[in-house]
């Protein structure tokens, strides 16, 4: 693979896997629009492994809080104990849905849906339904105020995003809108429930990699997983920051932009 093709690859998965945009939207066109290769198992694990990183490095408080709450504060009544488990339940319960759906899915469509005219649709579709959520949330919700239904309604949401075009990211911060959390803190609870999603993407794409006698890590899944790292940071740190004073509508904007060059793709 070029240096050239690696690099792009790298800061695609970075900048889309967290933003409301679909990466794998993104890294199913890749090879389309570039003429190049699939990238293969390893770079696909190592370039998630990179955004696993990230995510986990900019919520490494909210991390620490729930391991604490579950070891040295287990039993412990204070509010910092009850709010770090608390947090913890809810990113459970709003994993579940995807982690099993995902993995039946695997097991049916190893592949998974790679097909253009759907990517099209789906980044269309719940470009406009972000929109419509963005437009019309009360947006008064914090975490604390999460409710197991509101974390399963999330998560049932997330399962959608199995479809590429639909975005993990994208359709967990539409749900929470509609459910009157605030930009922030839908972000918020959307990313921290991406860590056990990718950690469970990743532990069936090792798994295939182990499979296939491919498991040698090489330079290029080295270099991969330390650009889409620092891609994927900067990329949460700047969407924060945006969301905490303005909207999702460029999101939504580029997202029908997008669909609908993909429909002239698909016509022409």
Known sequence: MSIHYLILLALVQGITEFLPISSSAHLVLL?????HADQGLVLDVAVHLGTLFAVMLYFRCDILDIARAYTFDLG??????????????????????????GFIMHMILPEGIRSVSVIAATTVFFGLLLGLA???????????????????????GQMLALVPGTSRS?????AALFLGYTRTEGARFSLLLGIPAILGAG????IDVI?????????????????SFVTAYAAIV??????????????VVY?????????FFIIL
């Open 238 to 251: 700047l969407m924060m920051r945006w969301l905490s004073s303005s909207t999702f509508m460029p999101f």
């Open 211 to 227: 499979q296939s006698g491919d498991s040698m890590l090489g330079i290029d899944a080295l270099i991969g997983m330390v650009l």
């Open 31 to 35: 090879p389309e629009i570039t003429g």
């Open 255 to 263: 997202r029908l932009l997008l669909g609908i060059a993909l429909l």
């Open 203 to 206: 532990a069936l794409g090792i």
């Open 76 to 101: 412990k009544t204070t509010k910092a104990a009850r709010a770090g488990r608390d947090l913890g339940k809810m990113v459970v319960i709003g994993s579940i849905p995807v982690i099993i759906a």
């Open 134 to 156: 963005d437009k019309t949330c009360k947006c008064t919700k914090t975490l604390d105020q999460l409710t197991v239904r509101d974390a399963l309604i999330i998560g049932l």
């Open 170 to 174: 994208g359709i967990t911060m539409t």
